[in-house]
């Protein structure tokens, strides 16, 4: 397998009433962030357009609740049984999804050599940096 080869991940929440595949590089290019609510979480983020991303479990409102906070922009998805978010459209990608790497079911800290890092305290300054990611 090479590092551009396309593979399908796969992932979900804790307790897996939330299941989501997409389809990427098997080396995935990640960024971790350090604002508030990525810090707290140990989200480490990957983003796909909207449509690359399939929610094959759950349903929102019931299995899926949402949480929002100052602009209202991003949805903060989570399991309403185990409280993990697997995957959440973020304020610098409304047109995407960022999906936590740490979620994805082959995850290890190993492979994450790529790690880019965003300086989400201060994210009027460096939100357009992120722009490209949910493009087509």
Excluded at 94 to 113: H, K, M, T, W
């Amino acid at each position: 397998m090479t590092d551009k080869e396309i593979i399908t991940h796969t992932g979900g929440c804790h307790c897996g009433k939330i299941r989501i595949e997409f389809d990427a590089p098997s080396n995935l290019q990640t960024i971790g962030c350090n604002c508030s609510i990525c810090a707290k979480k140990g989200f480490i983020h990957f983003v796909v357009p909207k449509s690359k991303l399939r929610l094959v479990k759950g349903e929102f409102g019931v299995d899926i609740s949402t949480y929002t906070f100052n602009t209202g922009v991003a949805q903060h998805y989570f399991c309403s049984t185990c409280g993990i978010t697997p995957f959440y459209i973020p304020r610098s990608n409304p047109d995407g999804y960022s999906i936590n790497v740490r979620c994805l079911d082959n995850f290890n800290p190993e492979q994450f050599a790529n790690l880019e890092y965003f300086d989400g305290r201060n994210w009027e300054k460096h939100a357009h940096t992120l722009a490209h990611l949910s493009k087509e």
